[in-house]
């Protein structure tokens, strides 16, 4: 089979295309036919290490935590009729050496999750680290609650920061199933239009001079929860929007790492920080997490709202925006959107003489095959791409 492994940390160029054998599963392991490779922030970072000359983990490195597709093998303690049945794989490489970036994997039952025949395996290779760190944000507050179903957030308000990014459109259609009102920051109408379509009530742009006035206009007594891309960034609109024993759920240091808040001020609200990181979360409520996300999925939530306009193309000079992409309806008539960047491991985008790939055809934006891993695009998305010409950067189509 072939993989995409590095051996080094560093630009996209230590990236090489190998050949292994396929693997055999263990006790208690599954072997997945990996159709579809999900990019996650944490993939990039960790191939491109936290300082210069940084040794990875592990001699050889497979990277990206999250994939789909098809179960082709068990191993003892297994059972035989999962052979055949459609998963969502996720945490692939958290602490292993064994991502999804290749054809075969070989992980513990309990990370191939079930996934739908109604759900095509690029919203499969969605969910993972995005859905589970948004569970997660959404049921840390001291008032729970612990697990999401209809109504179980009925009566809340939760502001979703940056809800055009992949955890935050998770985060807003989960939201939403729950029952909640969902406002959404945003930085642009393009982004705006994301927000809504992943069922946000309303999307405010954060840079406004009186977007604490519009929040507030919309939840007079506060926001009881708000789930953070931007903690540091976003310390006093969030500190103004809060309802007293509101809770911000924090994922990710965008905007910087270092936080400064109003002590006082908080603590007469009784306002709680609650950190994030999916891959430490307790057992028991990463289990929860992912029977909720299941069960979302097979209610087909996805967002009420009109379609939006696309697909988006990125300028050359800019940072990329998203294209996205429906899955089919599910029970419900509903769909999922997606909103991440993926690898189609299924087929070759193009055919492409693999014995003759270089390092330049891992770099982004120059994607000749399913091989072409995107690890310094920061955020995911769902798209399709082309052969770039001339070095250029192509954008979406």
């Not at 406004?208 to 931007?230: C, N, S, W």
């Not at 770039?388 to 979406?396: A, D, E, N």
């Amino acid at each position: 089979m072939r993989a995409i492994v590095y051996s080094q940390t560093g630009d996209p160029d230590v990236l090489r295309l190998v050949d292994r054998p396929v693997p055999e599963p263990g006790p208690g392991e599954v072997r997945v036919a990996v159709r579809v490779s999900g990019v996650n922030p944490t993939d990039w970072k960790a191939r491109r290490g936290a300082r210069p000359g940084e040794r990875p983990p592990f001699a050889e490195m497979v990277p990206n935590q999250d994939g789909a597709g098809i179960i082709d093998g068990v191993g003892e303690g297994v059972d035989s009729a999962l052979a055949g049945q459609r998963v969502w794989i996720c945490e692939a490489a958290w602490q292993r050496a064994e991502g999804s970036a290749q054809e075969y994997i070989v992980l513990p039952a309990r990370q191939a999750v079930p996934l739908p025949d109604a759900a095509s395996f690029d919203l499969g290779a969605s969910l993972g680290i995005p859905a589970l760190t948004a569970h997660r944000c959404l049921t840390v507050s001291d008032e729970g609650p612990r697990s999401l179903a209809p109504g179980a957030l009925a009566g809340r308000t939760v502001l979703v920061a940056g809800g055009a990014g992949a955890v935050g459109h998770a985060a807003i259609q989960l939201a939403r199933w729950a029952g909640a009102q969902v406002v959404a920051t945003i930085s642009t109408q393009r982004k705006a239009e994301l927000a809504r379509a992943a069922g946000a009530d309303r999307a405010v742009d954060y840079r406004r001079r009186h977007a604490v006035d519009e929040i507030r206009a919309l939840a007079p007594e506060g926001v009881d929860l708000i789930v953070e891309v931007a903690p540091a960034a976003n310390a006093d609109l969030d500190a103004g929007v809060l309802a007293e024993n509101g809770t911000v759920a924090a994922y990710a240091t965008d905007g910087g790492g270092e936080l400064t808040v109003s002590v006082r001020g908080l603590m007469y609200r009784n306002i709680r920080y609650q950190f994030v990181l999916v891959y430490t979360v307790p057992v028991e409520a990463k289990k929860i997490a992912v029977a909720d996300v299941s069960a979302a999925l097979a209610d087909g939530r996805s967002p009420s709202a009109k379609k939006p306009d696309c697909p988006y193309t990125a300028s050359r000079s800019s940072k990329p925006l998203m294209r996205m992409q429906p899955s089919k309806p599910g029970p419900s008539g509903r769909c999922w959107w997606t909103s991440r960047r993926l690898l189609d491991v299924k087929k070759n985008v193009e055919p492409v003489a693999l014995s003759s790939a270089s390092p330049s055809d891992f770099s982004p934006w120059r994607p000749v095959s399913w091989w072409s891993f995107l690890p310094a695009l920061r955020a995911r998305r769902c798209c399709q791409l082309r052969r770039s010409t001339g070095g250029r950067h192509p954008g979406f189509h």
